[in-house]
């Protein structure tokens, strides 16, 4: 026996395995168990958190890894879920080089950490999360900011990737709509969103520009754009704006003229001045971090009323604790059903 094979024998005799349960769930259970009214619910509850219990919340910033083609956030957090302590990070990559390899530019994965013990308690695809949980932020936003008497709005849609799919579908959960209105600086996807719309029982309108948005009662943007495209003059009669697409340092969607002249409200207030609609007006002295009215949370809780008759603009970042919230519901909702699946890990 050599002497490094002695030394490996006598640390597996030190180091042993641990007994100790760790789960996984395939995308395809995912799929079944995530439905529009329990993202809906969860991302709720979540916000409705971050507003009652704020100084309990663990969440830091996202941490960023760039690359040449996309970049890598690192979301952690410790939260409270029905009395018991719940710990997850999500990992999740953006590569807009994934279209010419057939893959999604949004891919990520979740992770649920026993809070008790510190071992791995669940892996799973955080790709279909991610664009559901997105999608219920902006049907939530619909849900407690466009007034409730209202029946039905006519929603305009700038940016017709995956996310658009989920925004459409979800907020069709909370509010009824009445018209659709399409627009994307390619029109291979805006006909492919054109049929996904169909399907979903959709006639939508084609935008010839931006000025066909004007008379929107909800308009959202879901772009990766880094230069201002919606001017004030292309949101004259919106009543709300979910800014979707600024999930990140230097991106930015809107003109500040419209983030002057409508109520602001965030996700997170941090994240929301280091890389959310507002960071990069922030950054050149167009707008001072005053222009913040307040957060989701704080309007869903009520402990802010938004003034009648204003604009809304929505500025969501995308925050981790509605993965914590979204992602531990899919594990309780796997483990009643029994198909939660072992992974023997440590």
């Not at 939260?79 to 302590?85: A, F, R, S, T, Y």
């Not at 800014?243 to 983030?259: F, H, N, R, V």
């Amino acid at each position: 026996m050599s002497e490094e094979t002695k030394i490996v024998e006598i640390l597996k005799n030190e180091f042993k395995s641990l007994n100790l349960d760790t789960f996984f769930l395939s995308f395809n259970e995912i799929q079944d168990i995530l439905t529009p009214s329990l993202a809906i619910e969860y991302v709720e509850k979540a916000y409705r958190y971050t507003a009652e219990f704020k100084d309990a919340i663990q969440m830091p910033s996202k941490l960023y890894f760039f690359y040449q083609d996309g970049d890598m956030r690192v979301m952690p957090s410790v939260v409270e879920i029905d009395g018991k302590k719940v710990s997850g990070i999500k990992i999740v990559s953006v590569h807009f080089q994934n279209k010419n390899r057939g893959l999604p530019v949004v891919i990520g994965f979740f992770v649920l950490v026993d809070s008790n013990t510190g071992a791995l308690l669940c892996v799973m695809d955080a790709t279909y999360l991610t664009a559901m949980r997105t999608g219920a932020s902006g049907a939530v936003a619909v849900k407690h900011i466009i007034d409730q008497k209202q029946e039905s709005i006519k929603l305009g849609i700038i940016g017709c990737g995956v996310q658009a799919r989920t925004q459409l579908a979800l907020i069709s959960c909370v509010k009824k709509i009445k018209d659709v209105i399409i627009y994307d600086i390619s029109p291979d996807a805006m006909e492919k969103f054109e049929k996904f719309s169909q399907n979903l029982g959709f006639r939508p309108r084609k935008a010839s520009s931006l000025f066909d948005f004007k008379d929107c009662d909800v308009v959202v943007t879901i772009t990766p754009s880094t230069q201002p495209f919606l001017m004030l003059e292309h949101v004259e009669n919106v009543k709300l704006i979910n800014a979707m697409g600024a999930d990140g340092p230097g991106k930015q969607e809107l003109s500040p003229e419209i983030l002057k002249s409508s109520i602001v409200i965030v996700d997170n207030r941090e994240q929301a001045i280091h890389g959310g609609e507002i960071n990069v007006p922030l950054k050149k002295g167009q707008i001072d971090k005053s222009i913040i009215f307040g957060e989701i949370g704080e309007i869903i809780a009520g402990m802010k009323k938004i003034p009648p008759e204003k604009r809304v603009v929505f500025d969501s970042t995308g925050i981790s604790i509605l993965d914590v919230f979204v992602g531990y519901a899919i594990y309780k909702s796997a483990q009643e059903k029994g198909i939660l699946k072992t992974l023997p890990i440590h």
